[in-house]
């Protein structure tokens, strides 16, 4: 896993989590919209920014590279809080 996309991939989805949260939520609010598809809004535009930029945060897929990107996108749509289940999962110590 390269540590440096990765990286730039936790601040994208940060970025992505808060302006949703400042600039798409309220609108959701003031009109009654159901909160539960804010998910795929954010999923959306994260995707569509580490598309944008072309982060491939899991360059293991050497052969195939743009299943890296997608993964990357889609984690990175998902938002920090994901990435920080997925890293956080680390095995214990004995």
């Not at 920014?49 to 990357?72: D, E, K, M, Q, S």
């Amino acid at each position: 896993m390269d540590l440096g996309v990765f990286g730039a991939a936790i601040v994208a989805a940060f970025v992505v989590e808060r302006l949703v949260a400042a600039l798409i939520t309220p609108v959701y609010e003031h009109t009654g919209w159901d909160r539960f598809s804010l998910i795929y809004v954010a999923w959306g535009i994260g995707s569509a920014l580490a598309w944008a930029t072309g982060l491939n945060a899991l360059p293991v897929f050497a052969a195939a590279p743009v299943v890296g990107r997608i993964l990357t996108c889609m984690v990175v749509g998902l938002g920090s809080s994901f990435i920080y289940d997925l890293v956080d999962k680390t095995p214990s110590q004995p």
